[in-house]
């Protein structure tokens, strides 16, 4: 089984903090994705990377940013949090392809809170 | 402009009944449809994926049908247990693309 893992289900900054957000997948997939899931609100994408040290801008990059040093590891950067921050990250990864009939592989989220 | 649309937003049923959750949506050009489902605190999880030469697609006691001439998709599950109650979300993508158009998802709950 695919496994996808964000390293916090919960985290609480301070508006001005610099957070990093990890994610690491298992199945040597070469889409990475992250999205932010607010109420009322379908997923949005914020980054995307197609490869080690590629990366495209999602709907929302504004306030964001991603590293992608190894093919495994998709971090996602805030890097001044603020209060309109707050939400819940989901990270995904995929094989291959756009448009395909490759599924996504989601993560269980990391619910950041900024106080 | 590229929309996916969900109804109803939410839904409760009895154990053991049926349900039919629907999607609308305009993405063009259409590459494929996706449902995945949500449970409470988890990351979505693929239900099911189809082509626009595909019309009906089951996985367990879900099916999904798609009706690429009028853009329409639903999702119907049947004797539904307790563990069916989660968010449904259709997901349309677009061919050429990365972008998966999320729609905002029917929140199931099913009653003992």
């Known amino acids: 089984d695919v496994k996808v893992t964000q390293s916090s289900r919960y985290l609480v900054k301070r508006t001005g903090e610099k957070v990093f957000l990890e994610c690491v997948q298992d199945m040597d997939h070469e889409n990475m994705f992250w999205y932010r899931q607010d109420p009322g609100l379908g997923l949005r994408l914020i980054y995307f990377?197609?490869?080690?040290?590629?990366?495209e801008k999602g709907d929302i990059p504004e306030g964001y940013s991603v590293s992608r040093e190894k093919k495994e590891r998709f971090s996602l950067i805030l890097e001044s949090a603020s209060t309109n921050q707050t939400s819940m990250y989901l990270c995904?990864?995929?094989?291959?392809?756009?448009?395909?009939?490759?599924?996504?592989?989601f993560g269980d989220g990391t619910r950041l809170s900024i106080l | 402009k590229n929309q996916v649309e969900q109804s109803p937003q939410s839904l409760i049923i009895l154990e053991g009944k049926n349900c039919t959750l629907q999607?609308?949506?305009?993405?063009?050009?259409?590459?494929?449809l996706r449902w995945y489902k949500q449970d409470t605190g988890r990351g979505p999880v693929s239900l099911t994926i189809m082509t626009f030469s595909e019309n009906t697609k089951s996985n367990g006691r879900y099916t999904a049908t798609l009706d690429a001439d009028t853009k329409q998709s639903s999702l119907h599950i049947t004797a539904s247990q307790l563990s069916d109650s989660a968010s449904y979300i259709c997901v349309v993508t677009s061919s050429g693309t990365y972008k998966y158009i999320f729609g905002t998802g029917t929140r199931l709950k099913v009653l003992a």
């Open positions: 990377s197609y490869d080690v040290k590629m990366k």
């Open positions: 995904a990864s995929s094989r291959q392809g756009w448009g395909t009939n490759q599924p996504q592989h």
């Open positions: 999607c609308n949506y305009t993405v063009s050009p259409f590459s494929n």
